[in-house]
């Protein structure tokens, strides 16, 4: 009987981190819930020069995506591989090309959505925190009431 089918290696993101940091670079970090705040302290903490005000400490990253720290006088510069809601310079729930988080968007921020009224965007925020996070657009079809028309008219304007 081998132990390794039953231990659970911890996941593992790579995560880019530049900007006004002390140690700029590519870090591995482990865990099911990392925030912008675990990749700048891995990164070796702020540096004098930051500027948080557009930043979003709190805001969970992913494996692959890059966390832009401005300094002081810098425009945010929006990126596509940023996570949303830290210095991308987008909203937390939407990214460079204006597409809304399906992840992070509030109730009202979906009712923007075409065909989204309010019972719809509850039932989203509903089935992320029941079901987990989507990882894949196409994932809004685990929503009751969106079937692939629906989804058709919204997967140009959504990402996650």
Same mark, same amino acid.
Request: aromatic share 2%.
């Given at each position: 009987?081998?132990?390794?089918?039953?231990?659970? $290696?911890?996941? !593992?993101? %790579?995560?880019?981190?530049?900007? =006004? *940091? =002390?140690?700029?670079? *590519?870090?591995? +970090? &482990?865990?099911? @819930?990392? %925030?912008?705040?675990?990749?700048?302290?891995?990164?070796?903490?702020?540096?004098?020069? =930051?500027?948080?005000?557009? *930043?979003?400490? $709190?805001?969970?990253?992913? @494996?692959? /995506?890059?966390?832009? !720290?401005?300094?002081?006088?810098?425009?945010?510069?929006?990126? =596509?591989? &940023?996570?949303?809601?830290?210095?991308?310079?987008?909203?937390?729930?939407?990214?460079?090309?204006?597409?809304?988080?399906?992840?992070?968007?509030? $109730?009202?921020? +979906?009712?923007?959505?075409? #065909?989204?009224?309010?019972?719809?965007?509850?039932? !989203?925020? $509903? /089935? %992320?925190?029941?079901?987990?996070?989507?990882?894949?657009?196409?994932?809004?079809?685990? *929503? &009751? #009431?969106?079937?692939?028309?629906?989804?058709?008219? +919204?997967?140009?304007? !959504?990402?996650?």
């Amino acid at each position: 009987m081998t132990s390794s089918a039953s231990e659970e $290696a911890p996941a !593992i993101a %790579r995560i880019h981190v530049d900007g =006004a *940091v =002390a140690n700029p670079g *590519v870090y591995e +970090l &482990s865990g099911e @819930d990392i %925030r912008v705040t675990d990749a700048v302290e891995a990164a070796g903490g702020l540096t004098g020069e =930051a500027d948080l005000t557009s *930043v979003n400490l $709190a805001a969970q990253v992913r @494996d692959a /995506e890059k966390v832009h !720290i401005p300094a002081q006088g810098e425009v945010p510069e929006a990126s =596509a591989g &940023s996570p949303t809601g830290t210095a991308s310079g987008g909203s937390a729930t939407s990214n460079s090309e204006g597409l809304i988080d399906i992840n992070r968007a509030s $109730a009202e921020e +979906l009712c923007e959505l075409p #065909g989204v009224g309010e019972a719809t965007a509850q039932k !989203i925020i $509903a /089935e %992320r925190e029941s079901g987990g996070p989507f990882s894949s657009p196409e994932d809004l079809m685990r *929503v &009751s #009431g969106i079937g692939e028309k629906k989804f058709a008219s +919204l997967k140009d304007l !959504i990402c996650v």
